[in-house]
Every structure is written in structure tokens, then in C-alpha cells.
């Protein structure tokens, strides 16, 4: 059996680490837990915490704000977040959305009365532009 | 004859004008650079998220996700509209706008209910146009709405946007969710693209040769939770910066033919220049010649 075992950590908006580790220690939701190789098939949800990497003797660390986790036969991917999530941060964050589309919604209609003002004033200054015509006309017939 | 000042004048400015729209070239040159490391960078995210996905669909069959399961009657359906914050990139809006309006068009016109979702400004300025819901019959709104991503945005930034439409999803109140934006072709062309982001589609398409009994902490529902949001968040985030990666190559070529523009204006404006000084020094000669002949 191999003594190392791959190691692929990435987030959504870049891939952290990818390389052969003879230990992966994390921190799931139900504790720690160090991988070898060799290690069952697993996933599990990860906490925000550091990951430390055995590579060669040396260790490594890098944090993650939580992710999840899956062990195959030879290799190990930690797809990590990249931010912090709870559930009702997330909450606020979607209303924060929500407040913002009614906002447009909200400005949208004043700006549709402003059209409609506009139009109405066209409407005058064009009918005042015929009268004065019809006015200068009827001046230079008298 | 236009005077010799004014056509100077006129260089002048448009000499300024290039100068602008070459500094904007070459900034969006730039731009576009770092966002097409980013959307690299973001590959393999969702390649491995995809990878556990079918992994656990495969040896998980007896449960079936929500976001993978299909839904029956569709009469409301999300979409989400990724435009860019800033103007001058050609038609890149436009042509999304227009792809998405036709789509959205034939589904009111089936008496689907349309919630949008915008994502940049100038999805919001379009919609927002005056007049815009009155000309729609139908049932036509917006949900949410995110503005000033900027240049680099993370993908916390968009999880709001997100949690609204999967909210609605979850609760039966959207059947389908669509995302529009456009994909990155090369630096020459982009093209508006509509992809449907739930249910899930064809995950199991892909045929695995192995699967594995995995140990599941916590409970696998739990993770597969997880795992679909995470993906769909994923697939939000990569359309977005997609669009980006395209809005900049978008804006490189309309500034590049705008400078080339201002050049063959330039060249024009000289011509005439020159015609003028000419035709002004040559006035002032016969006048001279006409002044010592009398004398």
C-alpha cells in the first residue's frame, strides 16, 4: 500500500493545495479527525479550522472557513468554503437582496411618473407653440 | 471654408477623446487578464463538487435530492440575469437582454410566472427603464437584485442573491430556475447564454465505473444539502465571473475601434486643416500680388 495519498484542497474561487501527504488532520462537525492513506470512504461537513498537511516529515497548515470533505481509496478532496456560513447569516444576506430589488421596484415607479410628467409637459409646450403660430397668423391677416 | 482654429480645436478634442479610449483598452486589456486567471482558478472547484455529486447519486440512489428531482407542472419560473456594472463594452448586455426578454416573453405568453433575479447594474438600469412591466402582459417580477460586483467579486457576495431563488425553490414557489450570462468564447466574440440551473439537469448522465460505501458524518442528507447549495453557488459564481471576464473583453474591442475610429477622424480633420491653411496662405499671396500690381 502507498504511504502517501492525494490531497486535493480547493475553494470556489481558487484551487489551495494539490499534492501526495502522508497525513491530512481536519476538524468535521463531529470532531477531529486525521486522514492516512488508506482511509475508508468518508464525507463529511468540515468547521472553520486549520488543516495540517504531513508532507514529507514537514507539516503544513492552511485554514479553511468550513467545506466539506470526501475521502475516496487514494484520494481526498476538501472542498472548502470561502467564507463563513450559518444559515442565518445567509438569511440576511438574502433580504439584504430582497430590499434591494424592492428599492428598484420603488425608484422604478417615481422614475415612470417622471416619464409621464415629461410627457404631459411635450404635450403642452407642443399645443402652446400652435397656438402661437395660429396667433402670429391671424396678426398678419388683420 | 471652416476657419483653421476651429478645425484645431476639434483635433484637440478628439485627440483627448483617444487618449481616454485607449486608456480604457488597455485597462480592460489588463482586466481581462486577472479575470480569466479567476475563472480559471474556479475550475476545478466545481469539476471536484460535480465529481462528489455523482459520486454520491451514484451509491445514494434511494434518495433522491429535491434539486435534482424534477417538477411536474412548471407555473413560475426564476431567472437570473448576470449584466455588467459599467457601459461602453459593445453589445454585450444588449445581446443577453435580448436572448432572455425573448424567453421570457414566450413564457408569459403560456401564463408562466416570470421572477427575476439581476445581478449588475445594468440589468437593473434596463429593467428599471420606464415603462418596462407596463408593455409586459403577464406576471412579470423581480425577486432580487445585486449591484456594484466590481471586478473581482467573491462568491460571498453573491450568496443572497442565491439563497433567494433556492429559498423559492425549496418552497415550491419557483419550479424552474434559469441563469443568463454570457460565456466567454475567446477575446473576439462572447455569446449570451441561458442555462438551467434547477433542477439539477442530467447529473447521472455521466456514467461512473465506480462507486464506494461511504461513511457519512453527519447524516448523508445533511451533506448532500450542503453539497447541491454549495454547487449551484458554484455554477452562480462561475457565470458571473464568466460574464465579467467577457464584459472586459467586450470593452478592450469597442475601445481598440473607437481608438481606430478617433485615428481615421483625426486623419480626416487634418486633411481639411491643411486644405484650409492652404487655401488661406494663397488668399494672402494674391491679395499681396494684387496690392503691388495696383501700386
Redesign the interface.
Given at each position: 500500500m502507498s504511504k502517501t495519498i492525494q490531497v486535493?484542497i480547493?475553494?470556489?474561487?481558487?484551487?489551495i493545495f494539490?499534492g501526495s501527504c502522508e497525513m491530512v488532520s481536519l476538524v468535521?462537525?463531529?470532531g477531529a479527525m486525521s486522514i492516512l492513506p488508506g482511509h475508508?470512504?468518508?464525507?463529511?461537513?468540515l468547521v472553520p479550522g486549520a488543516v495540517r498537511l504531513q508532507i514529507s516529515g514537514e507539516e503544513e497548515y492552511c485554514y479553511i472557513s468550513g467545506g466539506?470533505l470526501?475521502v475516496?481509496?487514494h484520494m481526498v478532496?476538501v472542498?472548502a468554503?470561502?467564507?463563513i456560513r450559518a444559515h442565518d447569516l445567509?438569511?440576511?444576506?438574502?433580504?439584504?437582496?430582497?430590499g434591494?430589488?424592492k428599492k428598484?421596484?420603488a425608484?422604478?415607479g417615481a422614475?415612470?411618473d417622471?416619464?409621464l410628467v415629461e410627457s404631459q409637459l411635450a404635450q403642452a409646450a407642443a399645443q402652446l407653440h400652435t397656438l402661437q403660430r395660429l396667433r402670429k397668423k391671424l396678426k398678419k391677416k388683420s | 471654408m471652416a476657419n483653421t482654429k476651429e478645425i484645431r480645436t476639434k483635433i484637440r478634442s478628439i485627440q483627448s477623446t483617444q487618449k481616454i479610449t485607449r486608456a480604457m483598452e488597455m485597462v480592460a486589456a489588463s482586466k481581462m487578464r486577472k479575470t480569466h486567471e479567476?475563472m480559471r482558478?474556479?475550475k476545478?472547484?466545481?469539476r471536484?463538487?460535480l465529481?462528489?455529486a455523482m459520486?454520491?447519486a451514484k451509491s445514494h440512489s434511494e434518495y433522491r435530492h429535491p434539486y435534482l428531482e424534477k417538477k411536474g407542472e412548471v407555473k413560475q419560473i426564476g431567472i437570473m440575469i448576470v449584466s455588467s456594472d459599467k457601459g461602453l463594452c459593445g453589445s454585450l448586455n444588449v445581446n443577453v437582454f435580448k436572448k432572455v426578454l425573448g424567453m421570457i416573453r414566450e413564457w408569459l405568453q403560456q401564463g408562466t410566472h416570470v421572477k427575476l433575479?439581476?445581478l449588475g447594474k445594468k440589468a437593473?438600469t434596463f429593467?428599471?427603464?420606464?415603462?418596462?412591466?407596463?408593455g409586459v402582459k403577464g406576471n412579470l417580477?423581480?425577486?432580487?437584485?445585486?449591484?456594484r460586483l466590481g471586478d473581482r467579486p467573491?462568491?460571498?457576495d453573491l450568496?443572497?442573491?442565491v439563497?433567494?431563488m433556492l429559498?423559492a425553490y425549496e418552497a415550491d414557489e419557483l419550479q424552474r430556475v434559469y441563469i443568463a450570462s454570457n460565456t466567454f468564447v475567446n477575446t473576439m466574440s462572447q455569446h449570451p447564454r441561458v442555462e438551467q440551473l434547477l433542477p439539477i439537469p442530467s447529473l447521472e448522465d455521466k456514467k461512473l465505473s465506480h462507486h464506494?460505501?461511504?461513511?457519512?458524518?453527519?447524516a448523508?442528507a445533511?451533506?448532500l444539502d450542503?453539497?447541491f447549495v454549495?454547487f449551484i453557488?458554484?455554477q452562480v459564481?462561475r457565470a458571473v465571473v464568466e460574464n465579467i471576464a467577457s464584459e472586459q473583453a467586450a470593452r478592450m474591442v469597442a475601445m481598440k475601434s473607437a481608438s481606430d475610429n478617433a485615428e481615421g477622424l483625426i486623419d480626416e480633420c487634418l486633411l481639411l486643416y491643411n486644405k484650409a491653411r492652404q487655401a488661406s496662405i494663397t488668399r494672402e499671396l494674391s491679395e499681396i500680388v494684387g496690392g503691388a500690381v495696383a501700386i
Open positions: 486535493e480547493v475553494s470556489s474561487e481558487e484551487s494539490s468535521g462537525v463531529l475508508a470512504p468518508l464525507l463529511s461537513l466539506i470526501e475516496q481509496p478532496i472542498l468554503d470561502t467564507a445567509d438569511e440576511a444576506k438574502a433580504l439584504e437582496a430582497k434591494e430589488a428598484m421596484m425608484e422604478r422614475e415612470f417622471y416619464s | 479567476s482558478k474556479a476545478p472547484y466545481a471536484y463538487i465529481e462528489v459520486h454520491i433575479c439581476l437593473n429593467l428599471g427603464r420606464k415603462g418596462f412591466f407596463k417580477s423581480v425577486v432580487s437584485s445585486l449591484a467573491a462568491v460571498a450568496l443572497g442573491a439563497r433567494v429559498d464506494w460505501d461511504y461513511i457519512y458524518e453527519p448523508a445533511e451533506i450542503a453539497l454549495r453557488e458554484s459564481y
